[in-house]
């Protein structure tokens, strides 16, 4: 949490604190399989998950907030190639993994609460996954234009964490 004082647009109630990690719980892929065929067709873990013969890796998309000492955090998941991931699955555990990558793929997450988009459209943005020793994999985006790549490279304002809690948390 970043340590700051707002008011929810919707009901004037006070907050003294921010949100900055938020977690897309599976891929885009696995939403549109209906849920009761997950467990047939899908086997999820809390870093990898493969479905339909499609595999994906769990990372952070971390957006430097700019003028704080903490980044926006968005847990999300890039679509790799096979070998990536079982490359990926054999060295999660070592001390140097950090040494391995970086690995291309495609961001297959939406950054979405109750079906409100924060960056619109996010599917199949060119993505990197850097290994980090003890800490979850860095997703760096490629596009040269799309807002959430820009805000990577360039940070955000608190203004602009003030608005992505208004859309992430949910209506009250």
Sequence with gaps: MLSLN???????????????????????????????????????????????????????IELPVIGADRSLNF???VGVSQEDAE??????????????????????SNLRLNDRLIYGDTLDIDAEMHLRDDVVPLIKLLSADH???VDQRTGITIDRVVEIARTMLPKH
């Design 6 to 60: 707002w008011k929810c647009p919707c009901c004037d109630q006070k907050f003294s604190g921010l949100p900055l990690d938020y977690n897309m719980a599976v891929p885009e892929d696995i939403l549109q399989i209906p849920r009761e065929l997950w467990d047939i067709r899908a086997q999820i873990s809390r870093h990898f998950c493969w479905a339909d013969g499609k595999f994906f890796t769990r990372g952070l």
């Design 75 to 77: 847990g999300a998941w």
């Design 87 to 108: 490359f990926m699955t054999d060295v999660w555990h070592d001390d140097d993994c950090s040494k391995h990558g970086p690995f291309k793929g495609k961001l297959r």
């Design 147 to 149: 807002p959430l790549a």
